[in-house]
């Protein structure tokens, strides 16, 4: 608590800034950070703390105390340069080390490294209590301190500037987050398997894939996801939203980020590339799945048959096939299918359509992947490579034929 009122104290003696409203609204909350993640405004999406703007003109009084805070901060961590004035805050802040959540919410799976987040997590999620309301715009939120951050969008904007390149930010922990672009620094560590990141919130992401954790959880049916994004993108479907359109076919979807990915297939643009062979491809996971034929990994295993693959949503596939689950149901028949590129294909017969269009000729299909499919033939591109001689194939059933001769 040294810490706060000591930043209390110095930012009454601080001269007037233009966004004094806004900050005053945030020193009444002084004991909050930014943590929550379910109300975090763009800005602070990752931040742990809203900082009030930088003040201007400090006295000699306030140079004084700056100077006294700075000795006052003796305890330290040991893993990295974090000082604080009290062993009470020093403890809270070894909680970003070791994962550790002590505060656990009584009607879900969630917990919280502090009680206030914890709160904010009651008062958001459950309550759906959002009292904290712009007055310019339809923005509400569960966490006055986030307001404050809010109005700087309409007030005096991003006060917090780089010394190194043009960027600004609402706060200053936005800026520290951007400051570790130019220094390249990541501190916080995964303990698992030692994957590094400047951004804490991006290592309470990161951890979920070892704990199996999905806090974000659809309440019209039993999806849940490790990503608020992903929850977002899956209630589009619920809403049947689809704004993004593709200029070149018929393609529509709910994300940016998918229809960035489906352009490259007109484009051909592929930017991901593997260090060890020339493949290339044009999305991130297709060249995780190629890497495992590097390194021959295949750590995803079926319980029922022994089934191993490389990647995990190649297993929920095939589980498939045990259970007899076909999650994608037709809504003109009572046809369903195990996978969703199968229910594409049996929507056309309905339709008749065949969206995808083939930009350096005339060819038509109704399915994506065939598509992907016949680009190769411009391209020249053969993915499909034998390891026992240099022949190459540009579909997978063609080197199946042909390692079959080297086996007879």
């Not at 306030?62 to 961590?77: A, G, S, W």
């Not at 303990?191 to 990141?197: A, D, I, K, W």
């Not at 309470?204 to 977002?232: N, W």
């Not at 319980?303 to 095939?318: A, I, N, Y």
């Amino acid at each position: 608590m040294g810490e706060r009122i000591t930043d209390t104290v110095m930012d009454d003696l601080s001269a007037t800034h233009p966004c004094d409203e806004a900050s005053s609204i945030e020193k009444s909350d002084t004991g909050r950070q930014q943590d929550n993640k379910w109300d975090i405004p763009y800005e602070e999406k990752c931040g742990e703390e809203s900082d009030p703007p930088p003040t201007q003109g400090r006295t000699e009084q306030t140079d004084m105390l700056e100077v006294k805070r700075t000795v006052d901060k003796r305890f330290l961590c040991t893993e990295c340069e974090f000082r604080a004035a009290s062993k009470s805050n020093l403890i809270k802040h070894t909680r970003t080390h070791t994962g550790e959540k002590p505060y656990k919410c009584d009607q879900c799976d969630y917990a919280a490294a502090r009680k206030y987040t914890l709160d904010i997590h009651m008062a958001g999620k459950h309550s759906g209590d959002k009292p904290y309301m712009c007055g310019k715009c339809v923005y509400t939120t569960a966490e006055r301190s986030h307001l404050s951050v809010h109005t700087r969008n309409h007030t005096c904007g991003k006060p917090f500037q780089c010394e190194q390149c043009d960027y600004a930010a609402a706060s200053r922990s936005t800026l520290d987050r951007h400051m570790a672009k130019h220094t390249g620094e990541k501190r916080h560590l995964c303990s698992e398997c030692g994957y590094r990141t400047a951004q804490r919130c991006r290592l309470i992401q990161h951890m979920r894939k070892h704990t199996g954790e999905k806090p974000y959880k659809c309440d019209q049916c039993d999806f849940s996801s490790a990503h608020k994004v992903s929850l977002h993108l899956h209630l589009s479907k619920h809403a049947g939203e689809k704004p993004f359109m593709c200029g070149q076919c018929e393609y529509r979807t709910a994300s940016r980020s998918h229809l960035s990915v489906h352009m490259r297939r007109h484009s051909g643009e592929k930017p991901y590339k593997c260090d060890q062979c020339d493949y290339s491809a044009s999305r991130k996971g297709s060249l995780d799945k190629h890497m495992h034929r590097h390194t021959g990994e295949k750590p995803y295993i079926c319980g029922e048959c022994g089934f191993k693959t490389p990647d995990r949503s190649s297993l929920t596939r095939h589980m498939r096939r045990h259970t007899g689950v076909k999650p994608y149901k037709c809504d003109q028949c009572d046809y369903s299918a195990a996978q969703k590129f199968a229910l594409d294909s049996h929507m056309a017969k309905h339709t008749g359509e065949k969206p995808f269009i083939c930009g350096k000729c005339e060819y038509k299909t109704n399915v994506l992947s065939s598509l992907s499919i016949h680009m190769r033939t411009h391209t020249g591109e053969k993915p499909y490579k034998c390891d026992q001689c240099d022949f190459s194939a540009t579909k997978k059933k063609y080197l199946n034929n042909h390692l079959a001769k080297h086996t007879s």
